[in-house]
Nanobody
Framework: QVQLVESGGGLVQPGGSLRLSCAASGSIFGITAMGWYRQAPGKQRELVAIVTTGDSTNYADSVKGRFTISRDSAKSTVYLQMNNLKPEDTAVYYC?????????WGQGTQVTVSS
């Protein structure tokens, strides 16, 4: 089992920044990649960014140049630095751990971009 605890969401004005954190615990040695997904009201959950244990990264086109995913292997934590936030970034953000046995999800953290 893997437990994921997210933090860092909140309300921010357009153009502002937020940093999300996701701390993993439990059977972390089977994790091959960790990422962030988001789901806006009435929309499907979509990939935002992902980082592998080899530090390869991939981003949704809509966030390239604005968001940066990184990981601290010593702390088993993944971060999502979000800059120049836009109202369309408003969503619940979920941390995901791609484990060799199954996928694990965090509880989600709300990000609201509004003036």
């Amino acid at each position: 089992q893997v437990q994921l605890v997210e933090s860092g969401g909140g309300l921010v004005q357009p153009g502002g920044s937020l940093r999300l954190s996701c701390a993993a615990s439990g059977s972390i040695f089977g994790i091959t990649a960790m990422g962030w997904y988001r789901q806006a009201p009435g929309k499907q959950r979509e990939l935002v960014a992902i980082v592998t244990t080899g530090d390869s990264t991939n981003y949704a086109d809509s966030v390239k140049g604005r968001f940066t995913i990184s990981r601290d292997s010593a702390k088993s934590t993944v971060y999502l630095q979000m800059n120049n936030l836009k109202p369309e970034d408003t969503a619940v953000y979920y941390c995901n751990a791609n484990h060799i046995i199954r996928n694990y999800w965090g509880q989600g953290t709300q990000v609201t971009v509004s003036s």
